[in-house]
């Protein structure tokens, strides 16, 4: 069974992710902030990551460049689920992504279709 951190300070959103995953047979832990899922991350070994951008104590962001600096949690995949749907590139090659220091994650706008997440959750993880 796929392990999936979702990282959203929104408990009703990780609420709705976690009944959703949950009954497509993942494996779902979460955390409120970025500065939490540094340390969930290290220990759960997740096989995935849902990151909002903006919580508290740590934005998303900054979690993800903490990731991408370490050799063993650099390759985790990781979905942006934001709000902040303003900065998403529309007219690139990257259309519908986040880049974080010149490396380009897929970003789902909030509100979200959950049929939309599990797609590009199935696409990542290959189930």
């Known amino acids: 069974m796929k392990k999936i951190l979702v990282v959203d300070d929104d408990p009703q959103i990780v609420d709705l992710i976690k009944i959703r995953l949950g009954a497509n047979n993942y494996a ?26 903006m ?18 949690l650099k390759n985790i995949p990781i979905i942006f689920l934001t709000a902040l749907t303003a ?12 880049n974080v220091d010149g490396q380009f994650f897929t970003a789902i706008p909030k509100p979200f279709k959950p049929e939309r997440l599990l797609f590009e959750i199935r696409k990542i993880l290959g189930t």
């Open 28 to 53: 779902v832990i979460s955390s409120p902030d970025g500065k939490d899922a540094i340390l969930k991350i290290k220990k759960e070994e997740p096989d995935l990551i849902i990151m909002d951008i």
């Open 55 to 72: 919580m508290p104590n740590m934005p998303g962001g900054d979690a993800v460049r903490i990731l991408m600096a370490d050799n063993k």
């Open 87 to 98: 900065n998403l590139p529309y007219e690139s090659d990257h259309k519908g992504s986040i």
